[in-house]
């Protein structure tokens, strides 16, 4: 049905090294077409994780943003409140060094303990209040961001070869609701709904 060539997709986070389709400054910079700058580009990716990883959706948020020296936002600090009353905080930062690595980092707690992913020290942990503590063993390199998975499943999926969805537009859309209410907080100084 689909088929194609495979794309060069060696780099690092944070970096266009051994990539042979960099992105044009102008797709992603220029806030007249991209509407946004780090929220859009990378916090979309790591908030649909979030919402992929707990089934939350967001109520309203507040939001600090700020850019210096860019005409689009690099580090964004978000206080949100999802539906069922938990609170959460999701930030970032555009200016990892080139060469590290990916710097996705989440702590999700609840009334059982806390689960804790570390993509860059290739760390995954479940702390139980009840003691019952799982760590898993990650091979070297678990933690690399891998840019060929989401769209082969894509593919899989439209072919029918799949019906195991890894990126559901439920979860892209509870990113969205956040990211818009962050930005309309930055500009607004007040916590906005979604």
């Not at 905080?89 to 059982?112: C, H, L, M, W, Y």
């Amino acid at each position: 049905m689909l088929s194609g060539g495979d794309f060069d997709t060696g780099a690092d986070s944070g970096s266009s090294e051994g990539v042979s389709f960099a992105p044009d400054s102008a797709t992603w910079a220029d806030p007249q077409r991209a509407g946004g700058g780090y929220g859009h580009a990378q916090i979309s990716h790591s908030s649909g994780m979030l919402f992929w990883l707990t089934g939350l959706r967001a109520s309203s948020v507040f939001s600090v943003m700020s850019g210096p020296g860019a005409k689009v936002e690099l580090y964004d600090a978000m206080t949100v409140r999802f539906t069922n009353g938990a609170i959460g905080t999701v930030s970032g930062a555009g200016n990892v060094p080139a060469g590290q690595g990916f710097q996705v980092d989440v702590r999700i707690f609840g009334k059982e303990g806390v689960l804790l992913i570390d993509c860059d020290r290739e760390r995954m942990e479940l702390q139980r209040h009840d003691g019952k503590h799982k760590k898993l063993d990650l091979e070297p390199g678990s933690g690399d961001y891998e840019c060929s998975g989401p769209p082969e499943n894509f593919v899989e999926l439209v072919a029918g070869r799949t019906e195991v969805n890894w990126a559901p537009g439920e979860v892209a859309m509870r990113g969205v609701e956040v990211l818009d209410a962050a930005y309309r907080s930055a500009v607004s100084g007040v916590e906005e709904k979604v």
